[in-house]
C-alpha cells in the first residue's frame, strides 16, 4: 500500500517557507552549473567560429598570437606561392599578409576602465577571406586614409568606436570610424579593421607583418602548403590551420570559467545539500506523531521512506527547474572579458545537454539531503512516539 502524491504535496505546502528555501539553494546550483558551462561554451563558439580547416595561418616562430608574432613583409611571397593555395585566377593566390595589434581605450559606460581592443590592418584580399565579413552601416576604408571599421562586439562601448567618431592609433594620429560590421558572432566583431599601410607605418612595421592567412583548395592540402613554405622561407615560421588557432586561444578562457564555475557550484551545492538536510529533518521532527500514525494504519517502513524521498525531489525538481529557468535569461547579458589581453565581447549559450546535466545536479542534491531524514522517518516506532 503506497501514499498517494498528494499527501507529500500537501505536505510541502503546508511547510511553504523551508519548502521555497531549500528550492532557492537547489535553483542556483543548478544556475550558476548551467551559467558558467553556457558561458564556456559561447567563448568557444564566439573563436572558434573565426576559424577554418581549409585556411592556414602563419605567425613567427613560438609566437601565442598574432599581436606577438612579427614576420618578414617577403613572407607573402612565399606563402603565396606554396602548393595548395587557392588562385581566383591567375596570378591572384587567396593569401595576405596583416598586421595585427591593439590599443587601449577607455570605457564608454565606466571611464575609470580601459580596454584593450585587437586592431587589424588589412588589405582588400583580408575580406574576400572572410566572407562571414559583412558591412553592417557606413562604408569600407577608403585605400590610403586613417580609416576603420568597428565591429558590432566594440561598437559605442569604447571611446572613438562610434561611426564618425575617431581614435588614435599613434598619437597625433587619429582614425576615423567610417562603418561597422558583423562577423556571424566570431570575435573578428570583438576587432577594428583599418588599411594595412595605417597599421603598418602607426605602429613601426616597415617591412614586417603580424601574420599570414592563405585559403587552401582544400584542408587535405594543408600537409603539402606546410611542407612547401618551409621549404622556401628561411625564417623560423610556425604554421596552423586557422581552426586550430582559435580552438588554441580558447582553450585556457573556456577552463578558467569551467573552473571558476566549479568552484562556486561546490559551495552552492554544499549549502544546498545541508538546507535539504535541515529542512527535512525538521519536517521528520514535527510529524513524528503523524508519521506513527501512518505506521499505525499499516504502512511499512519502506512505504515511509519512499515518501520523504519523494518529497525530496518533489522539491529538488522545483529548484532545478527555477535555475534552468533563470539560466535561460543570461544570453539577454552583455558579457565580455579580456582573451589573451584582448576585450572580447561573448555571448551566453544555451544547450540542452547543459541544461539537463545542471538539472540532475540539483536533483541528487535534493534527494542526496533528504535520504537521511527519510531514513529516520522509516524507523519511528509508532508507540514512543504516540506517547510522546
Do not use: C
Not at 133 to 160: K, S, T, W
Request: hydrophobic share 45%; proline share 4%.
Amino acid at each position: 500500500m503506497a501514499l498517494p502524491l498528494r499527501y507529500s504535496l500537501q505536505s510541502l505546502w503546508a511547510r511553504r517557507p523551508t519548502t521555497l528555501a531549500t528550492a532557492v539553494g537547489i535553483a542556483l546550483v543548478v544556475f550558476v552549473l548551467a551559467s558558467s558551462q553556457m558561458l564556456s561554451l559561447g567563448v568557444r563558439r564566439t573563436l572558434l567560429a573565426a576559424g577554418n580547416p581549409d585556411v592556414a595561418l602563419v605567425l613567427q616562430q613560438d609566437s601565442w598570437d598574432e599581436v606577438g608574432s612579427r614576420l618578414r613583409q617577403n613572407t607573402l611571397s612565399a606563402v603565396a606561392a606554396a602548393p595548395g593555395v587557392r588562385t581566383r585566377e591567375p596570378g591572384s593566390p587567396e593569401a595576405v599578409a596583416e598586421v595585427v595589434t591593439d590599443v587601449m581605450l577607455v570605457n564608454v559606460k565606466d571611464r575609470s576602465r580601459f580596454g584593450t581592443i585587437q586592431i587589424r590592418g588589412t588589405t582588400a584580399m583580408g575580406y574576400q577571406l572572410r566572407p562571414e565579413v559583412r558591412l553592417v552601416d557606413g562604408r569600407l576604408p577608403a585605400a590610403g586614409g586613417d580609416e576603420a571599421i568597428v565591429g558590432l562586439g566594440v561598437l559605442d562601448r569604447f571611446e572613438g568606436l562610434s561611426l564618425g567618431k575617431s581614435f588614435e592609433l599613434k598619437k597625433n594620429r587619429p582614425i576615423t570610424v567610417v562603418g561597422t560590421f558583423e562577423a556571424r558572432g566570431s570575435a573578428y566583431e570583438s576587432e577594428v579593421w583599418t588599411n594595412f599601410d595605417t597599421a603598418q607605418a602607426s605602429v613601426g612595421f616597415q617591412g614586417y607583418v603580424s601574420s599570414v592567412t592563405a585559403r587552401l583548395d582544400s584542408a587535405g592540402a594543408f600537409d603539402a602548403f606546410v611542407r612547401g613554405v618551409k621549404a622556401t622561407e628561411p625564417q623560423g615560421v610556425a604554421i596552423e590551420r586557422q581552426s586550430a588557432y582559435y580552438e588554441k586561444v580558447s582553450d585556457d578562457l573556456a577552463r578558467v570559467i569551467k573552473g571558476l564555475g566549479g568552484i562556486v557550484t561546490g559551495i552552492f551545492a554544499l549549502g544546498a545539500l545541508l538546507g535539504a538536510v535541515i529542512t527535512m529533518h525538521g519536517a521528520v521532527s514535527q510529524r513524528r506523531r503523524e508519521i506513527a500514525v501512518l505506521r499505525a494504519l499499516g504502512f511499512t517502513p519502506g512505504v515511509v521512506l519512499v515518501t520523504f524521498l519523494v518529497e525530496s525531489l518533489l522539491i529538488a525538481l522545483l529548484g532545478a527547474g527555477l535555475g534552468v529557468g533563470l539560466s535561460l535569461m543570461t544570453p539577454l547579458l552583455d558579457f565580455s572579458t579580456q582573451n589573451n589581453g584582448q576585450d572580447v565581447r561573448f555571448h551566453f549559450a544555451p544547450d540542452l545537454e547543459i541544461m539537463l546535466s545542471a538539472m540532475l545536479l540539483g536533483t541528487l542534491v535534493g534527494v542526496g539531503g533528504g535520504l537521511a531524514p527519510a531514513v529516520g522517518a522509516a524507523r519511528v516506532r509508532p508507540l514512543p512516539a504516540l506517547r510522546a
